[in-house]
C-alpha cells in the first residue's frame, strides 16, 4: 500500500492540523507542486491528475489523497462533499490513515457519518497499523471506556506506544494514568517527568497538569514561582482554567509576590469570560466585596446570576443572600 505525504508548501493551516503527521510532511516551497507516495521502490511525486487516475482504480492511497486534496483545497477546490465521499471510499478500502482522519473528524464534530462504536473500531484498527493519532484515540477509548470496555493497562499501551512516536497529547494521558495508578503502578514523579517533557513540547494541557505538580508537589518539590510561570504560559495560549488559577495564586500570594487583588480579579475575569462558571462566581463576589475592583452590586448580580444558570450552587446561596429576587432581571 502506498504511503504519501503532499508535497507543496500550502498555507492551509487549518488542514494541515488534521493530518497524522507521522505518515506526511509539507515540503519546501518548489514549482513541481504534487503529492509524494512512499512505496516500497522509493519515493514517487505525482501531479493531481495522476492521484486522481489512482482514485479511479480505486487504489486506497489515491482515494485518500484526493479526500485530502478536496477536504483542505490542495490543488483544487475545497469541496468537503467530495472530500468525504473520497474519505469514505479510503476508508471502505482499509487505509487506516483515512480511518484516523475519520474519527478524528468526528471528534472534532465536522463528520457524522459513524458513531462512536464505529470511531473506536476503526482506531483500533489504525493503531495496529502503527499510526500514532490512531493508538492515542485507541487509548482514550480503553481509558473512558467509550464503545468498549474500559481497560486501564490497554491505554496505557495505546498512549505509550503513541508517545514513543511523539504525541504530547499521548504523552500527557500516560502521565495521568502513573499519576493515578489506573493501569500500571502508581509513580507520581514519572507522571511529573511525563507532563514536564509534553509541557516543554507545547501541550496545552500538560503546562496546566505541570503547574498543579508545582502548585501541590505532585512528583516534586512545591515550587509557586515555576506554577505561576507556566500557568502564565498555559493562559497566554487561552487556557481559561490557568487563568483561574493565577486568580487564586495573585487572591493568596506566592513566593516573594504578596497577595494582589486587583491582579487576582484581573484573571478571574479572563477566565470568567472564557465561560470558566467557577470564576464567574468569583468575579460576582469580587464586585460584591469590591475586591480588586469598585464594588457594584448589579454587576455583582449579573455576573452570579450567569454561573447560578450555569449551575453553581455558591452563586445560588449569594444571590438569595442579596435578594436577587426583589431585584429586577438584568
Not at 490513515?97 to 475519520?102: C, D, G, Q, S
Not at 473528524?105 to 476503526?122: C, P
Amino acid at each position: 500500500m502506498r504511503k504519501w505525504r503532499r508535497s507543496s508548501g500550502s498555507s492551509r493551516s487549518e488542514g494541515q492540523k488534521h493530518i497524522p503527521r507521522r505518515r506526511w510532511e509539507l515540503m519546501a516551497e518548489e514549482e513541481g507542486k504534487g503529492f509524494v507516495f512512499h512505496t516500497p521502490d522509493g519515493d514517487q511525486e505525482l501531479t493531481f491528475e495522476e492521484v486522481q487516475t489512482l482514485a479511479a482504480d480505486g487504489d486506497p492511497g489515491g482515494l485518500y489523497a484526493m479526500a485530502m486534496a478536496y477536504l483542505f483545497g490542495w490543488d483544487v477546490e475545497e469541496d468537503s462533499d467530495k472530500g468525504y465521499y473520497y474519505l469514505e471510499k479510503a476508508v471502505a478500502a482499509g487505509q487506516t490513515e483515512a480511518m484516523t482522519l475519520m474519527v478524528r473528524l468526528f471528534m472534532q464534530g465536522e463528520y457524522d457519518g459513524i458513531d462512536s462504536v464505529k470511531a473506536a473500531q476503526m482506531s483500533i484498527e489504525a493503531a495496529r497499523d502503527g499510526i500514532p493519532d490512531a493508538q492515542l484515540y485507541a487509548g482514550l477509548a480503553y481509558m473512558d471506556g467509550v464503545s468498549v470496555d474500559k481497560d486501564y493497562e490497554k491505554a496505557a499501551k495505546y498512549f505509550r506506544l503513541a508517545a514513543n512516536q511523539g504525541s504530547s497529547d499521548a504523552r500527557t494521558n500516560l502521565a495521568y494514568l502513573y499519576q493515578e495508578g489506573l493501569g500500571v503502578e502508581k509513580n507520581e514523579p514519572k507522571a511529573f517527568s511525563l507532563y514536564r517533557i509534553a509541557a516543554r513540547a507545547g501541550n496545552l494541557n500538560a503546562m496546566f497538569q505541570l503547574a498543579v505538580c508545582y502548585e501541590f508537589g505532585t512528583g516534586t518539590s512545591v515550587d509557586l514561582d515555576k506554577a505561576v510561570e507556566w500557568y502564565r504560559k498555559g493562559a497566554k495560549e487561552g487556557d481559561a482554567f490557568a487563568m483561574e488559577r493565577l486568580g487564586y495564586l495573585y487572591s493568596e500570594g506566592f513566593g516573594d509576590v504578596k497577595p494582589d487583588a486587583g491582579m487576582a480579579f484581573e484573571w478571574f475575569l479572563r477566565a470568567a469570560m472564557e465561560g470558566v462558571t467557577s470564576s464567574m462566581t468569583m468575579v460576582g463576589h469580587c464586585y460584591l466585596k469590591g475586591i480588586g475592583v469598585e464594588a457594584s452590586e448589579e454587576e455583582a448580580v449579573k455576573w452570579l446570576r450567569m454561573a447560578s444558570d450555569n449551575g453553581d450552587d455558591e452563586a445560588k446561596d449569594m444571590l438569595s443572600a442579596i435578594g436577587t429576587k426583589r431585584l429586577p432581571k438584568i
